[in-house]
């Protein structure tokens, strides 16, 4: 049994992750509830924890290093690393809290499993970080020019991971997340705004033209790769793409929601919003190599999965 700290674990990926570790680890979760989407459904994501095994919640905050070395202490074994100000468009607005958190919140993990000797810290980063897309699919050593703060961000922390391996041989590894989709999703994405507007038929906003293509990567294939880090030492001080190594358009995204919940909702089509990514497309073959990472679930069934958990949420809601 190991022990693992999950950062940001009550959030939509962590409180996944913490899933799936419970029965077998000692789990504890840091989470300092963040008002940036409600902290009820933060609550729901902690019960579902709890309804598959014990563990410990801690409340705090990942920009204060004191607390960070009080919970990732000498005899914690592994980090994850998910609490993070996530958002392109709120990091438009306000560049300042993604970098704290992100940023030097990041250092303070790595600082205190540095100090604990941890034996490996798995850092959640994003596709963000490719920004101008020179080609595609994104591989590894595309260009990083990212097109928003929290791209910047992403990026800076992820720096901080690789020189903190080769530095002072901590052992990190960054996960370039591409847009993570499934129950429980964070409700100010794409997926689960258009999900929802359908099955109450109300307007759809498309952001653009809707031509605007995205590489969807469903949540079980997100835990599946965080899961083979606990055995894989291999990738060491690395970023590595995870994705679904497909793109649809966000036209297509439509297209499959309406067929799945036969919607008649209206799309209304508006301005582009700025810092939003225009293409994004993963090369997994370094994950493959490495980490023996294959996405399994496509659109058409990850889509079904997530419309019919959102309906029964709903109908529990009501
Ligand atoms: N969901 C995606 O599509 C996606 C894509 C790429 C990368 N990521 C990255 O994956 C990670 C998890 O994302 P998510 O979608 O689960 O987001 P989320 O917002 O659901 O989870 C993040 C959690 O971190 C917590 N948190 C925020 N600030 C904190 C602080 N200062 N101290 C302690 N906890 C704090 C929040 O309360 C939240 O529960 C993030 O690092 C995000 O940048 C997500």
Redesign the pocket.
Same mark, same amino acid.
């Given at each position: 049994m190991a022990k693992i700290v999950i950062? %940001?674990?009550? %959030?939509?990926? %962590?409180s996944h992750i913490a899933e799936s570790l419970v029965t077998d680890n000692e789990v504890v979760v840091?989470? &300092?509830?963040?008002g /940036? /989407?409600s902290p009820s459904l933060?609550q729901r &994501?902690l019960d579902s924890i709890s309804a598959k095994g014990d563990y410990t919640f801690i409340n705090?905050?990942?920009?204060d290093l004191k607390f960070v070395r009080s919970v990732i202490s000498s005899d914690v074994d592994y980090v994850y690393?998910?609490?993070?100000?996530?958002g392109v468009r709120i990091s438009v607005e306000d560049p300042f809290k993604p970098n704290?958190?992100?940023v030097v %919140?990041t250092l303070n993990v790595l600082q205190s499993s540095l100090d604990a000797g941890v034996n490996r810290v798995i850092n959640? *980063? *994003? *596709? *963000?970080v490719y920004g101008k897309v020179e080609y595609l699919p994104f591989d590894e050593k595309h260009p990083t020019q990212p097109v928003s703060p929290y791209g910047v961000s992403?990026l800076a922390a992820e720096h901080y991971c690789r020189v903190f391996n080769e530095v002072y041989d901590l052992s990190t590894v960054s996960l #370039?997340?591409?847009?993570?989709?499934g129950p429980r999703? #964070?409700p100010d994405?794409a997926i689960s705004i258009f999900t929802d507007r359908m099955l109450k038929n109300e307007p759809i906003t498309i952001f653009g033209n809707g031509e605007q293509t995205r590489d969807f990567t469903y949540i079980d294939d997100i835990v599946k790769a965080n899961l083979n880090l606990l055995k894989k030492s291999n990738a060491d001080g690395c970023a590595m793409n995870i994705g679904g190594g497909n793109r649809i358009t966000v036209n297509e995204l439509l297209t499959y929601l309406r067929k799945i919940t036969g919607s008649m909702s209206e799309v209304i089509y508006s301005d582009q919003q700025k810092g939003d990514a225009e293409h994004t497309l993963a090369d997994t073959g370094f994950a493959r190599e490495h980490i023996g990472y294959v996405p399994e679930i496509d659109i058409e069934n990850g889509l079904k999965k997530f419309v019919e958990w959102y309906t029964k949420s709903l109908q529990h809601l009501s």
């Open positions: 950062t %940001g674990g009550a %959030g939509f990926i %962590g840091i989470d &300092n509830l963040d /940036y /989407y933060k &994501n705090g905050d990942i920009t690393h998910e609490a993070a100000q996530a704290d958190v992100n %919140g959640a *980063s *994003s *596709s *963000s992403k #370039r997340y591409f847009t993570v989709y999703m #964070r994405l």
